[in-house]
Structures are given as structure tokens and as C-alpha cells.
């Protein structure tokens, strides 16, 4: 597509529920990223994709947190048994490889609400 | 390791007067910085990058940076502050050395165009 797609843009859950969060990135586009950003925190990095492979899962927050990648393209975000310190906007962000120079693709987030 | 210090969650000016967002960032290899706007519910977008060469890097909008290795700072500027400039800016460093860490972001400075 013509830019990085997330779904769902908005989520509501309760404690305790598992959620999916999915990114869509550009057409061809082999590096892939998580970043969190909550309210006064900035964007706090999760998680890279290099094609299928995550080389370094030590950035996501708990082993609540899981992310994959299929085929290349899209990947999706779960987070498991939800907490209220999970409420924050989930951005993805794709390049033509690694970042270095490149420059990243925002999506324009999912924002997850726990209740 | 890598990180960025924005001085200034909240910057205020006056409309046409001068906008600048300080930067600082620390880096154990020669660093790529980046500044992203992020407008409300919406994802970040790239206003200008600094890799190799000359050090006062324009952009769009009528923004610009300028790298100073003496100083470790990549301050943003512009000459003239617009209403459609009020946004959250977002200063970025990536280690050219081929870290697997994606960008290091600061946590932003939020611009208020004052009428």
C-alpha cells in the first residue's frame, strides 16, 4: 500500500483480555518496528523485524508482550492478560531496510485503552 | 548506547516569530539524527535528516537543523512560526554503526503557536 496501515486505530479492552494489534507496512519494505508511546514518554522502542526475524526481542516490556512477522509484510502485536499500564498508543513504522540512514514510515497507531 | 534530551515538553511562541526546538543527543559512534512532527491522531512524519556532509540540513516546511559535533546538539529551527506549525516534534538519533536498536527517540516538545 501507499502507506503504513494499523489496525485497529482505537481499542477499548478490559483487565485481563488479550489484544491484537496489526500493522500493514509498505510494499517492500524488509525492516519493520514497534514503538510505544504513552502520555509525557515519548516512544519507547519494542521490537525490530528484519524480513520474518525479531534479533533482539529484549525491548518488549513483559512476556506479556509478543509480536510476530509472516511472509515479509504484516506483523501483528499481542498483548496478553492486558493491565492498565498497557493503555498507550502502539505505533509501527516501516523502512527499506535497517534503520541507519533510512528513513522510518509511521503508521498513525492503535491506541489501546485498558480498563 | 544512544540517547536524546528535547529541553522543554511545552514551547510557546508567537505566531511569526522564531521557533526553536533544542536537541541534545549522546552517541559512541557518529550519529544520523532526525526530526519527526507528529500532528494530532495521526503517526510521525519525517521533517529532516542529518547523515554525512553538510551540517545545516533544510526540510520542509521551512524547517531546518543544524548538526554540531562540539556541542552534540541538532537544534530545529524556523524563521517564522506558522498556526499549522503547532504539533509534537520529536528529535531522533540512529547509530550508524548498524545497531539493531531502530531510532532512539527524546520524549518530544509540544509547539504552541500563540495568535
Known amino acids: 500500500g501507499a502507506g503504513v496501515s494499523q489496525s485497529p486505530s482505537n481499542k477499548v479492552t478490559e483487565k485481563g483480555k488479550d489484544v491484537e494489534l496489526r500493522c500493514d507496512p509498505i510494499?517492500?519494505?524488509?525492516?519493520l518496528y514497534w514503538y510505544r508511546q504513552s502520555l509525557g514518554q515519548g516512544l519507547e522502542f519494542l521490537i525490530y523485524?528484519?524480513?520474518?526475524?525479531?534479533?533482539?526481542k529484549s525491548g518488549l516490556p513483559s512476556d506479556r508482550f509478543s509480536a510476530e512477522r509472516t511472509g515479509g509484510s504484516v506483523s501483528t502485536l499481542t498483548i496478553q492478560r492486558t493491565q492498565q499500564e498497557d493503555s498507550a498508543v502502539y505505533l509501527c513504522?516501516?523502512?527499506?531496510?535497517?534503520?541507519?540512514?533510512?528513513?522510518?514510515?509511521f503508521g498513525a497507531g492503535s491506541r489501546l485503552t485498558v480498563l | 548506547a544512544q540517547s536524546v534530551t528535547q529541553l522543554g515538553s511545552h514551547v510557546s511562541v508567537s505566531e511569526g516569530a522564531l521557533v526553536l526546538l533544542r536537541c541534545n543527543y549522546s552517541?559512541?559512534?557518529?550519529?544520523?539524527l532526525f526530526w519527526y512532527v507528529q500532528y494530532p491522531n495521526q503517526g510521525l512524519q519525517l521533517l529532516l535528516k542529518?547523515?554525512?556532509?553538510?551540517?545545516l540540513v533544510k526540510g520542509i516546511n521551512g524547517f531546518e537543523a543544524e548538526f554540531k559535533k562540539s556541542e552534540t546538539s541538532f537544534h530545529l529551527t524556523k524563521p517564522s512560526a506558522h498556526m499549522s506549525d503547532a504539533a509534537e516534534y520529536f528529535c531522533?538519533?540512529?547509530?550508524?554503526?548498524?545497531?539493531?536498536?531502530?531510532?532512539?527517540f527524546g520524549k518530544g516538545t509540544h509547539l504552541i503557536i500563540q495568535p
Open positions: 513504522a516501516s523502512s527499506f531496510s535497517f534503520a541507519g540512514a533510512n528513513v522510518l514510515t
Open positions: 510494499s517492500g519494505h524488509t525492516a
Open positions: 523485524f528484519q524480513g520474518n526475524s525479531a534479533p533482539d
Open positions: 552517541s559512541s559512534v557518529p550519529p544520523y
Open positions: 542529518y547523515t554525512t556532509g553538510a551540517t
Open positions: 531522533a538519533v540512529s547509530d550508524s554503526g548498524g545497531g539493531a536498536d531502530g531510532l532512539t
